[in-house]
């Protein structure tokens, strides 16, 4: 696995997650057209997380399998596995119901969540400096939704696209805890089976009342998201969560928006709506607030935002 002081690998490989995710995202928008939410997250996750464990189990590609005890496992149940099946759940009603770049853009505003989450509200301004990264952000996501306000659009996918976001940075941070003592490919792969086995009832019940269509390409891209979008990005990004706080991981979701609006529009013909640039702008001024040691830019031994 990657040494703690190699940050150009982890952000390297961190980048090429977010490529992944964004044909998996526009790959999932497709699929929700097609097949039921519940199936398309469970099959994906129990599939992907197999093929991790089973990579990790007769191979050394990843790394090797670590001994879990009774401890972990209930963590990796109770933690990691079902905060990430309710995430996946959420993430493909939202794309059901809104476009692919507007659900990656509310994913965009997970670093600044994270940085809430991580510190909370103190008499200082550095405390100033975070809430006022989440001000921005929010402001950003006011704008998303103000053709949602006003009626123009179906305010569903809005609210499920945030709610996305708050959950995928509920799972960053039970990863980053599940990181202390396994891989990032151990977490991807225990957390992502677990995930898939939780949602095997509600699948079930799913397909059928609604029933199911086999096609060629929706088993191809569904392939495509298991391995690209869910395999190697997942692995990744887990890995990163073991050396990096949950806030400068989180930082490369920016490009999940960018990445995913370029998918969409190249494969799907998508076209992005008036406010995105805007409300994108206010969510990376929001992260860039809020990550930004100003004593360092600027050069300076003290700086009031600390």
């Known amino acids: 696995m990657l040494d703690k002081k190699s940050n150009g690998a982890i952000a390297t490989l961190l980048v ?4 992944f995710w964004g044909g998996s995202n526009a790959g999932t928008k497709y699929l929700v057209t097609c097949w039921p939410p519940i199936w398309l ?9 197999l093929l991790l464990l089973a990579i990790l189990r007769w191979t050394n590609w990843l790394g090797t399998l670590s001994p879990l005890t009774p401890q972990t496992r209930r963590d990796l149940w109770l933690r990691g596995g ?3 099946s309710i995430y996946i759940v959420v993430f493909n009603l939202a794309l ?5 770049s507007h659900v990656a853009l509310y994913l965009g505003t997970a670093p600044v969540w994270a940085l809430v989450w991580e510190e909370r509200p103190a008499w200082k301004l550095r405390s100033a400096q975070l809430y006022g990264s989440a001000a921005l952000a929010v402001t950003g996501v006011l704008v998303l939704n103000w053709p949602a306000l006003k009626g123009r659009t179906d305010w569903k996918g809005e609210l499920l696209g945030l709610s996305a976001s708050l959950l995928w940075t509920a799972y960053g941070r039970q990863g980053r805890k599940l990181g202390a003592t396994l891989s990032g490919a151990e977490v991807g792969a225990h957390t992502m089976w677990r995930a898939g086995a939780l949602l095997v009832p509600l699948t079930a019940v799913e397909v059928y009342m609604g029933g199911l269509t086999f096609r060629t390409d929706l088993v191809l891209i569904q392939g495509y998201c298991m391995i690209a979008g869910g395999v190697a990005a997942y692995a990744f990004w887990n890995n990163a969560l073991r050396y990096w706080p949950t806030s400068r991981v989180f930082l490369f979701n920016n490009l999940i928006p960018i990445s995913t609006m370029t998918w969409a529009w190249a494969c799907l013909g998508e076209p992005v709506t008036h406010t995105f640039w805007l409300a994108m702008l206010l969510i990376v001024l929001g992260v860039v607030l809020g990550q930004a040691r ?3 830019i600027l050069g300076v031994r003290w700086s009031p935002l600390e």
Do not use: N
């Open 16 to 19: 090429l997650a977010i490529f």
């Open 41 to 49: 997250g469970c099959t994906r996750l129990l599939c992907a997380g």
């Open 82 to 84: 079902l905060t990430l």
């Open 96 to 100: 059901k119901y809104t476009s692919a």
């Open 294 to 296: 100003w004593p360092k």
